[in-house]
């Protein structure tokens, strides 16, 4: 097998990459069937929401994060029911709204100082990376509406 090297973000070719790494194809229950490096997985995780389609989200604290928020993080994460991946909701032009998701879990958008913004996904993702088993079933199901001509 002859591994093309390529840069890339985490499910496509359509952005900019995150750095320069090459990927190699992997498993498709990895992160999106794609091996990132060290340097892409710093403070991030893989989690797949609706439709299967898996994102590359902010974990924990960001780096330079005070003692202070570490500490926070860590108490939160450890008090934490469900860490219930969050979204960011947009409404469109058309009026429709669109929910996607920004952060691994509400611990990691307090740390990020975007707790404000944010709410629980309607659906929570699941992890890649084996650190929760926690997950909507329904994230698997494919994504059929008006985004792609079908209602």
């Not at 320069?20 to 194809?25: A, I």
């Not at 975007?114 to 929760?132: A, E």
């Not at 926690?134 to 792609?148: K, L």
């Amino acid at each position: 097998m002859s591994i093309e090297r390529i840069t890339a973000n985490l499910v496509g070719f359509d952005f900019a990459p995150i750095d320069n790494s090459p990927f190699v194809p992997i498993g498709d229950d990895k992160c999106g069937g794609v091996e990132l490096s060290e340097g892409q997985m710093k403070e991030r995780a893989c989690v797949k929401y609706l439709g299967g389609i898996t994102f590359l989200l902010p974990d924990g604290c960001p780096n330079g994060a005070s003692f202070k928020a570490r500490k926070g993080y860590k108490l939160c994460v450890e008090n934490e029911e469900i860490l219930w991946t969050q979204c960011q909701t947009d409404t469109l032009l058309t009026g429709a709204q669109l929910t996607t998701p920004v952060f691994t879990d509400i611990c990691s958008a307090i740390c990020h100082g975007r707790f404000d913004t944010i709410n629980n996904c309607p659906y929570n993702g699941r992890r890649l990376d084996g650190k929760s088993t926690e997950g909507d079933r329904r994230i698997n199901s494919p994504v059929v509406d008006i985004f792609v001509g079908r209602k």
